[in-house]
């Protein structure tokens, strides 16, 4: 029987979320230097609260040295890396469940790429010492008792999470932050229990993951969900990185954790795949993942027409990014019987009830009429 967009899913912990609809985490800039949400950060929400049966916030960053990362004249990346922040998150949460909304809140640290510390400090921390030429500061190697202490920082972040309402988190595991570091031969170099081996460079993300489930099981109600984002290749021209044999390595690894669900990061379209492949990520990822384990992802969704594609070829749930930036209706259009009216090009006229979007609409081209392709190189029609 062909999926719907608007079916149910229940997650293995018993969570049930309204379609198969999600907003994927994306950064706002929208936070105090300390990295607390400001006015901005929840009308930025407030207005996306209809866009899916499931949110997911930008990611905060667990430990002080890890972030913020991106920020910019508009604001800093949000934190949660204190109990300072609980006021904030808390504020967050309700706003993004004010519609009925499952809240995901995304738990990172940005490693290397920690550039509003390296700017302030004049060195970030990353897997190992390596001299990165686009970074205008220096790379230090952690030491194992900063491994420790930041796989501690995850759980304590998660604790807030739960304290503040949210109903699931999510380990950022992609787009080249401190997981993903390890994860790489480019980036972690080491000769240690942390290094080298595949089985080694797996180590620092499934002992985050391990760490969470753990605080999950002890603090958390019944109901919470637990969410693994991944990037499933980093290929370098010298051959390093990782390849999709070894992200789905970890994948195999983290079915045994039995998360609630795996969250693929594509920056192409949801149906890509390894070149000269004959499956997508997600379609390779679905044969290491058990029944329970839902299977989420992104990529190009501008139209019912799409995500209608995608739960029923590549995965469990899909996510519209910058579709529900342009159209924060998305969900709500969708579930109500007006996928037609769904916005696929931005305009001075959709922006004013987009409410606050500074620094997201990014430049993207896309054909004629506005929409991507689908896999048989056809465009969508409007």
């Keep these: 029987m062909a999926r719907k967009l608007t079916d149910s899913v229940t997650f293995r912990r018993g969570v049930t979320v309204n379609g198969r609809l999600f907003m994927p985490p994306m950064l706002t800039s929208s936070g105090t230097a300390d990295g607390r949400a400001t006015e901005d950060t929840l009308q930025y929400y407030a207005a996306r609260s209809k866009t899916a049966g499931m949110l997911i916030t930008e990611y905060h960053y667990v430990s002080e040295n890890g972030g913020p990362s991106g920020g910019g004249p508009f604001g800093q990346q949000l934190g949660i890396y204190d109990d300072q922040h609980l006021e904030s998150i808390k504020a967050l949460a309700t706003t993004m469940k004010q519609d009925g909304a499952k809240a995901i809140l995304q738990i990172n640290h940005g490693g290397l790429r920690s550039n509003g510390f390296g700017a302030e400090h004049g060195y970030a921390f990353g897997p190992s010492a390596i001299h990165f030429p686009k970074l205008d500061y220096q790379v230090l190697a952690l030491t194992t008792d900063q491994i420790y202490a930041i796989i501690r920082d995850f759980g304590l972040a998660t604790e807030r999470a739960i304290e503040a309402g949210f109903d699931g988190v999510e380990i950022h595991g992609a787009n080249h932050y401190l997981l993903q570091q390890f994860m790489s031969t480019y980036s972690n170099r080491r000769t240690d229990e942390w290094g080298g081996s595949l089985a ?20 958390a109600p019944k109901y919470f969900i637990v969410g693994y984002r991944i990037s499933p290749e980093e290929l370098h021209q010298d051959g390093s990185g990782y390849t999709i044999a070894d992200s789905n390595q970890l994948v195999k690894e983290l079915n045994k954790l039995k998360l609630d669900y795996l969250h693929v990061s594509i920056f192409g379209h949801y149906y890509d795949g390894p070149k000269d492949g004959k499956l997508s990520y997600t379609q390779i990822y679905r044969e290491s993942l058990d029944d329970e384990t839902k299977l989420l992802a992104v990529g190009g969704v501008f139209s019912a027409e799409a ?20 159209d924060p209706l998305f969900g709500y259009k969708v579930a109500n019987d007006q996928a037609d009216e769904i916005v696929h090009e931005i305009s001075p006229e959709q922006l004013k009830q987009t409410s ?27």
Excluded: C, Q
């Design 200 to 219: 080694n460079r797996m180590r620092f993300p499934l002992a985050v993951a391990k760490e969470v489930l753990r605080v999950v099981d002890k603090y």
């Design 356 to 382: 606050w979007t500074k620094g997201l609409l990014d430049s993207f081209s896309l054909p004629d009429n506005g929409l991507p392709p689908l896999p048989n190189g056809d465009s969508i029609k409007k």
């Design 307 to 326: 995500a209608l594609d995608a739960v029923n070829h590549y995965m469990d749930m899909v996510g519209m990014a910058r579709g529900s930036l342009i």
